[in-house]
Nanobody, 111 residues
Framework: QVRLVESGGGLVQAGGSLRLSCSASRSASTMAWYRQAPGKQREFVAGIVGGGITKYADSVKDRFSISRDNAYKSLYLQMNTVIPEDTGVYYC????????WGQGTQVTVSS
């Protein structure tokens, strides 16, 4: 099992920045951030694989940056120039034979 715990969510004004963190009980080769906005399905935000390759949703590309520590046990999402559409619950995701999810952390962007 992989236990994931997110932190760093909160209130931020449009144009501001926020940094989310996810701590994992053990490493996983693939990790990602998803989010779920009110009235919408959970959607992919950004991901990173063991080789360091990153992928971003078009809606956040050039604004967000995903990274992880050398032990692959901490995941980060640097959110810059946030917009109200970024509002939602952000979930940490890990793939290690099966998918694991954190409990989520709320991000609210005010206009």
């Amino acid at each position: 099992q992989v236990r994931l715990v997110e932190s760093g969510g909160g209130l931020v004004q449009a144009g501001g920045s926020l940094r989310l963190s996810c701590s994992a009980s053990r490493s996983a080769s693939t990790m990602a951030w998803y989010r779920q906005a009110p009235g919408k399905q959970r959607e992919f935000v950004a991901g990173i694989v063991g080789g360091g390759i990153t992928k971003y949703a078009d809606s956040v590309k050039d604004r967000f940056s995903i990274s992880r520590d050398n032990a692959y046990k901490s995941l980060y999402l640097q959110m810059n120039t946030v917009i109200p559409e970024d509002t939602g619950v952000y979930y940490c995701y890990a793939l290690d034979g099966r998918a694991y999810w954190g409990q989520g952390t709320q991000v609210t962007v005010s206009s």
